[in-house]
C-alpha cells in the first residue's frame, strides 16, 4: 500500500494532496486532555512511550490523517544536554537561562542517549501501530530555535537574547550551535532506526534574523544536520520548516538539501510557488487562525492554498501548529473540503 505523503516527498503529485497538521496531537482535543492529565506533566507525556505514542496516534484515529507526528517537543534536546527544562501550565516552556560562555562550556557535548531512549521506544510502538498508509514523521528543532529558548529560559517575541548573545559572545554562541547540531543528528539517526519514515526540522523563529545572521545561525547548522543524518540514513526525508524565512527560502532550499520546505501562512503564494516548488515539494500555509474561524473564511482559505499548491507535489498543512481552542469540526471541514467527501 503507498504512503502518500512519502509518495509527494519523493516528487510525486496525488490527485488528492495528503493531509497531516502541526500539533496535530493537542489540547484540542479531549482524549489527547485526559491522557495529558494522566501524565501529570507535559514532559512525563513526553517520556513515557505507551501515553506518548497514544496522543500520537488519537489525531490519526479520528481524523484519518495521511501522517502521524512523533509526540514529543523540541526541548527535548536541552534536557539532554543537562538543562533543566519543565513546563508551565499555561505559559509554556522553562529552562535555566544560559547567560555566557562559562555556562556554554559546561553543556554536555554529547546528548544523554538514556534519556532520548523512551522517544525511540514511542517510535517502536506508534510504527507498529499505525495503518499500512500512515507515514510516521520524526522531528527535532533547529539549532537556532532550540538556542533562542535555551539562551532566554522562556518564549519571547523577538528572540532579543539570543539575538544579543550571537552579537556579543559569537564563538560561544558557534559553540552551542556545533553541540545542537551534533545532538540533533544523533537524534534524528535514532528515530529513523526506531522507524520514522521522513522527518521535519522546526526552525520557528528563523524569520527574527537578518539575512546574513539567518545564513549562520539557520542554513549552516540546518545543511550540517542534513549531511550528518543521510550521511548515516542513506536517502533520509527532511521536510526543513524556517518559519518566516520570506525571501531567504530559496537559499536555504539550494544550501541545506532538504527534500521539502513547510511554508508558513505569511508567504507570498506566487513567490514560493516559482522560486520553491519549482525545485522541492512543498506543504502547509494554510493560517491556522482561518481553522480557529471555521466557516466560509476556512473554505475560502483552504480552496487558496488548494489552488496555489495542489497542482504540483503538495502536501496540505497549516502554516504553523493548531491553536488548541480550535473546534474539531472545523479540522473536519477542512477535511471535507481538502479530500472533496
Ligand atoms: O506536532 C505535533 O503534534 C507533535 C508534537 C510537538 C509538540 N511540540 C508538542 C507540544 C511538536 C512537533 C512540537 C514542536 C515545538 N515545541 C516547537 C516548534 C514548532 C512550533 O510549534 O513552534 C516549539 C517552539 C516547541 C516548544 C514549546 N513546547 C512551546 C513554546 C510550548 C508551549 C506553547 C503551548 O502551546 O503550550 C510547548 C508545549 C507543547 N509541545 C504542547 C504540545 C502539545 C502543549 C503542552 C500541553 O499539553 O500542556
Same mark, same amino acid.
Given at each position: 500500500? @503507498?504512503?502518500?505523503?512519502?509518495? +509527494? !516527498?519523493?516528487?510525486?503529485?496525488? #490527485? /488528492?494532496?495528503? %493531509?497531516?497538521?502541526?500539533?496535530? *496531537?493537542?489540547?484540542?482535543?479531549?482524549?489527547?486532555?485526559?491522557?495529558?492529565?494522566?501524565?501529570?506533566?507535559?514532559?512525563?507525556?513526553?517520556?513515557?512511550?505507551?501515553?506518548?505514542?497514544?496522543?500520537?496516534?488519537?489525531?490519526?484515529?479520528?481524523?484519518?490523517?495521511?501522517?502521524?507526528?512523533?509526540?514529543?517537543?523540541?526541548?527535548?534536546?536541552?534536557?539532554?544536554?543537562?538543562?533543566?527544562?519543565?513546563?508551565?501550565?499555561?505559559?509554556?516552556?522553562?529552562?535555566?537561562?544560559?547567560?555566557?560562555?562559562?555556562?556554554?562550556?559546561?553543556?554536555? @557535548?554529547?546528548?544523554?542517549?538514556? +534519556? !532520548?531512549?523512551?522517544?525511540?521506544? #514511542? /517510535?517502536?510502538? %506508534?510504527?507498529?501501530?499505525?495503518? *499500512?498508509?500512515?507515514?510516521?514523521?520524526?522531528?527535532?528543532?533547529?539549532?537556532?530555535?532550540?538556542?533562542?529558548?535555551?539562551?532566554?529560559?522562556?518564549?519571547?517575541?523577538?528572540?532579543?537574547?539570543?539575538?544579543?548573545?550571537?552579537?556579543?559572545?559569537?564563538?560561544?554562541?558557534?559553540?552551542?550551535?556545533?553541540?545542537?547540531?551534533?545532538?540533533?543528528?544523533?537524534?534524528?539517526?535514532?528515530?529513523?532506526?526506531?522507524?520514522?519514515?521522513?522527518?521535519?526540522?522546526?526552525?520557528?523563529?528563523?524569520?527574527?534574523?537578518?539575512?546574513?545572521?539567518?545564513?549562520?545561525?539557520?542554513?549552516?547548522?540546518?545543511?550540517?544536520?542534513?549531511?550528518?543524518?543521510?550521511?548515516? %540514513?542513506?536517502?533520509?526525508?527532511?521536510?526543513?520548516?524556517?518559519?518566516?524565512?520570506?525571501?531567504?527560502?530559496?537559499?536555504?532550499?539550494?544550501?541545506?538539501?532538504?527534500?521539502?520546505?513547510?511554508?508558513?501562512?505569511?508567504?507570498?503564494?506566487?513567490?514560493?510557488?516559482?522560486?520553491?516548488?519549482?525545485?522541492?515539494?512543498?506543504?502547509?500555509?494554510?493560517?491556522?487562525?482561518?481553522?480557529?474561524?471555521?466557516?466560509?473564511?476556512?473554505?475560502?482559505?483552504?480552496?487558496?492554498?488548494?489552488?496555489?499548491?495542489?497542482?504540483?507535489?503538495?502536501?496540505?498543512?497549516?502554516?504553523?501548529?493548531?491553536?488548541?481552542?480550535?473546534?474539531?469540526?472545523?479540522?473536519?471541514?477542512?477535511?471535507?473540503?481538502?479530500?472533496?467527501?
Amino acid at each position: 500500500m @503507498k504512503k502518500s505523503v512519502l509518495e +509527494v !516527498l519523493n516528487g510525486h503529485r496525488q #490527485t /488528492v494532496p495528503p %493531509v497531516w497538521m502541526m500539533r496535530q *496531537a493537542g489540547r484540542y482535543l479531549p482524549e489527547y486532555r485526559a491522557v495529558r492529565e494522566k501524565a501529570g506533566s507535559f514532559l512525563k507525556l513526553c517520556f513515557t512511550p505507551e501515553l506518548a505514542a497514544e496522543v500520537t496516534l488519537q489525531p490519526v484515529r479520528r481524523f484519518g490523517f495521511d501522517a502521524a507526528i512523533l509526540f514529543s517537543d523540541i526541548l527535548v534536546i536541552p534536557h539532554a544536554l543537562g538543562r533543566t527544562v519543565t513546563f508551565v501550565e499555561g505559559e509554556g516552556p522553562r529552562l535555566d537561562p544560559l547567560k555566557d560562555a562559562l555556562a556554554v562550556g559546561k553543556l554536555k @557535548k554529547v546528548a544523554d542517549g538514556s +534519556v !532520548l531512549a523512551p522517544i525511540y521506544e #514511542t /517510535v517502536r510502538l %506508534v510504527k507498529a501501530a499505525l495503518p *499500512a498508509n500512515t507515514t510516521l514523521i520524526g522531528f527535532c528543532g533547529a539549532p537556532w530555535t532550540v538556542a533562542t529558548y535555551m539562551v532566554a529560559g522562556h518564549g519571547t517575541t523577538d528572540q532579543a537574547p539570543a539575538r544579543l548573545f550571537a552579537y556579543q559572545q559569537p564563538e560561544a554562541f558557534a559553540q552551542m550551535i556545533d553541540i545542537l547540531v551534533e545532538a540533533s543528528v544523533t537524534y534524528l539517526v535514532g528515530q529513523f532506526e526506531a522507524g520514522v519514515e521522513a522527518v521535519q526540522i522546526f526552525d520557528t523563529w528563523a524569520g527574527v534574523l537578518p539575512a546574513d545572521e539567518f545564513e549562520r545561525w539557520c542554513i549552516a547548522p540546518t545543511q550540517k544536520i542534513v549531511a550528518g543524518v543521510r550521511a548515516r %540514513v542513506p536517502g533520509a526525508k527532511i521536510i526543513g520548516f524556517p518559519r518566516g524565512a520570506g525571501f531567504g527560502l530559496p537559499v536555504y532550499v539550494e544550501r541545506t538539501g532538504v527534500d521539502a520546505v513547510s511554508l508558513d501562512w505569511s508567504i507570498d503564494r506566487d513567490f514560493a510557488r516559482e522560486k520553491i516548488q519549482s525545485r522541492v515539494p512543498v506543504q502547509g500555509n494554510l493560517d491556522p487562525l482561518a481553522l480557529r474561524a471555521g466557516g466560509a473564511a476556512l473554505d475560502r482559505a483552504a480552496d487558496n492554498v488548494m489552488h496555489a499548491f495542489s497542482p504540483k507535489p503538495f502536501i496540505f498543512n497549516l502554516g504553523h501548529g493548531i491553536l488548541p481552542d480550535t473546534p474539531i469540526a472545523h479540522v473536519e471541514q477542512m477535511l471535507k473540503r481538502v479530500r472533496g467527501n
